[in-house]
């Protein structure tokens, strides 16, 4: 239970997911903007993790 508040205080502090594995492989070049917006489609909408994940997609576009 510890863990898993520390987790959320971390997570909410600096407004990042903590070991987000979809945000790691696509920053590091090991999945392009086609393959990342595949994994995104399989969360479920109004998810906060999805949310999360198109904010990354969007930002990434803007550039």
Known sequence: ???????EAV???QSLK???LEEM????GF????????????YS????YRA???NILDDAEKI
């Not at 239970?1 to 987790?7: E, G, I, Q, R, S």
């Not at 903007?33 to 489609?41: G, L, M, S, T, W």
């Not at 909408?45 to 906060?48: I, P, T």
């Open 31 to 42: 999945i392009d903007k086609v393959q990342f917006r595949k994994n995104i489609e399989a």
């Open 45 to 48: 909408k109004g998810s906060d």
């Open 1 to 7: 239970m510890k863990a898993a508040l520390f987790v």
């Open 18 to 20: 903590l070991s987000c």
């Open 11 to 13: 997570e909410d502090m």
């Open 25 to 28: 492989a696509y920053r590091l």
């Open 52 to 54: 999360y994940l198109e």
